[in-house]
């Protein structure tokens, strides 16, 4: 996967990509690839592909704070369920919206012919972590089998992270995982334009954490990006030139590195939250520990107010996510897989037995998604890799992989209430411009007015409030807004209903969805 068609866009600073739906708010990508989804479509002759959203035709026009705020009154959870409202909606909405005069991002279809091409292979490995390159080697060597290897991130990246290199003989699929439908596991290279067919035996989902959308006074603001963006931009590509002094939020020692990593080229503060900001190594590091929040600017991010425990301003061209706390899962729920909540993680992630998805048949979840410490990676993969190619275990291997199972802490979300506040929640108050979708300028007040109306799930609250029907169908807020009402509210996880992934009519390619 590459951003490289957008690093120009970005050379600079992180510019606004759009304006927000309801509110018209300047806005940028968090994650980047949710801005861009490319679509697989068939009919009965021939697949092909289109590239909705092209960045260099994108031409906003930002309205003023007032009307924001304006729409911001008028675009709460519950205004279009009145009926004096409906009756208005195509008069008084439209006069509104069209002060601004912003437009959508374009959506022209880019036509073209498409190269389609079979790969077999024994097991396929979706990698969207460096423990993913060792699981690979490892099943290689052992097996002799013919192993395909599919990169979510670029493949240097998986490597620095391993500590070792991808080998020879594995087949490295330089493309965005699809998904699995009844003709093969789909994969999709974009900028060749080149779509993978992909006939295995065993799929191995390593895909890793996503860094969560924090939970703010003025979230949205550009300049607010997730670790995985701001590395990739700063390190990969040489953008985002003007950007000067990052400030960088962590939760645990992955966060720290990416931070280091950023110290080499910008000048950095670190924050840090949840149980880390008694971390003895956040201390030496000078982070600056924070429970509440506050963004600065409109068109850009210009600084922000720590506003507890103690008052602070830090003027900051870049405020980065480096919050561990959002399993990538989607990829594995298309299995139809149970979901469970790692106490670990902290988060929702899907139930493994013995590394294998429950009820499904040669599907594995492993690493950090599933739920394994970050200490017990090597030791899961070593010891997986060996399962999976069915060599006999020792009796103390045996009881390591169950070791390792434990660690986890999965429990049902039936019985599974959040005590204490997620990672990403930085606020202590829940009016005002605290965004929980940003695709769907959907804040945490709304979703807590939708529940407390009687949309007590997650389902209904989606129907009330758009939440999750944006372009990245919920990977930035459908899991985190369950963590926030299970907590705010006192209920259990379970009572918030389904959270299937739908595979759309149309799949959407989820490596860009990401």
């Not at 919206?97 to 024994?122: C, F, Q, T, W, Y």
């Not at 290279?189 to 295995?200: M, T």
């Not at 106490?343 to 429950?358: C, D, F, P, W």
Request: aromatic share 8%; with cysteine.
């Amino acid at each position: 996967m590459s951003f490289s068609p957008l690093a120009d866009f970005f050379r600079e600073n992180i510019s606004p990509t759009s304006s927000s739906p309801k509110f018209k708010r300047p806005r940028a990508p968090f994650y980047l690839e949710h801005w861009c989804p490319w679509i697989r479509a068939q009919n009965t002759s021939t697949s092909y592909l289109y590239f909705p959203h092209k960045i260099d035709e994108i031409s906003p026009k930002y309205s003023n704070r007032l009307v924001s705020s304006v729409r911001k009154e008028l675009g709460k959870a519950g205004f279009y369920h009145s009926f004096i409202i409906k009756t208005l909606w195509g008069v008084t909405w439209k006069s509104i919206a069209s002060m601004s005069g912003n437009p959508e991002l374009p959506s022209r279809e880019i036509g073209g012919e498409n190269e389609e091409k079979h790969v077999d292979g024994e097991f396929l490995i979706v990698a969207g972590e460096g423990a993913a390159v060792r699981f690979a080697n490892n099943i290689e060597e052992r097996s002799q089998a013919r192993v395909l290897f599919l990169p979510q991130k670029p493949v240097d990246m998986l490597e620095k992270e391993a500590g070792e290199k991808v080998n020879s003989e594995i087949e490295v699929i330089n493309a965005s995982y699809l998904g699995t439908f009844e003709d093969g596991v789909y994969a999709i290279n974009r900028e060749k334009r080149r779509i993978y067919r992909l006939n295995i035996h065993k799929i191995v989902f390593f895909t890793g954490l996503r860094d969560a959308f924090p939970v703010f006074e003025n979230n949205d603001i550009p300049g607010i990006v997730s670790a995985q963006l701001a590395i990739q931009l700063i390190n990969n590509y040489s953008a985002l030139e003007r950007v000067k002094r990052v400030a960088v939020i962590v939760n645990e020692n992955r966060g720290l590195k990416e931070a280091e990593e950023l110290s080499r080229k910008k000048e950095v503060n670190i924050l840090v939250t949840g149980a880390f900001k008694n971390n003895e190594l956040s201390r030496e590091l000078g982070a600056i520990p924070v429970e509440e929040l506050e963004a600065v600017g409109y068109q850009r991010l210009e600084k922000i107010k720590i506003l507890h425990p103690q008052k602070e301003i830090i003027e900051v061209d870049l405020l980065v996510s480096a919050i561990k706390a959002v399993p990538e899962i989607e990829p594995a729920l298309q299995f139809g897989g149970e979901l469970k909540y790692s106490q670990r993680l902290g988060a929702i992630t899907v139930s493994t037995n013995m590394g294998k998805i429950e009820g499904t048949e040669g599907v594995y979840l492993l690493g950090s998604a599933s739920g394994t410490p970050e200490d017990k990676l090597l030791e899961e993969v070593d010891l997986f890799s060996k399962l999976l190619v069915k060599e006999e275990l020792s009796a103390s291997e045996e009881k390591k992989i169950h070791e390792i199972q434990s660690s986890k802490k999965l429990e049902p979300l039936d019985v599974t209430e959040i005590r204490e506040a997620p990672d990403f929640l930085l606020t202590r108050s829940y009016g005002g411009w605290k965004f929980v979708c940003p695709c769907q300028d959907v804040t945490l007040e709304d979703v807590l007015r939708a529940y407390d109306m009687g949309y007590k799930d997650i389902e209904r609250i989606k129907r009330f409030t758009a939440l999750g029907t944006g372009s990245c169908q919920g990977r930035i807020c459908r899991f985190s807004v369950a963590l926030l009402l299970s907590f705010l509210r006192g209920i259990p996880l379970g009572s918030l209903g389904s959270f299937r992934q739908r595979v759309p009519i149309e799949p959407i390619e989820t490596g860009f969805l990401s």
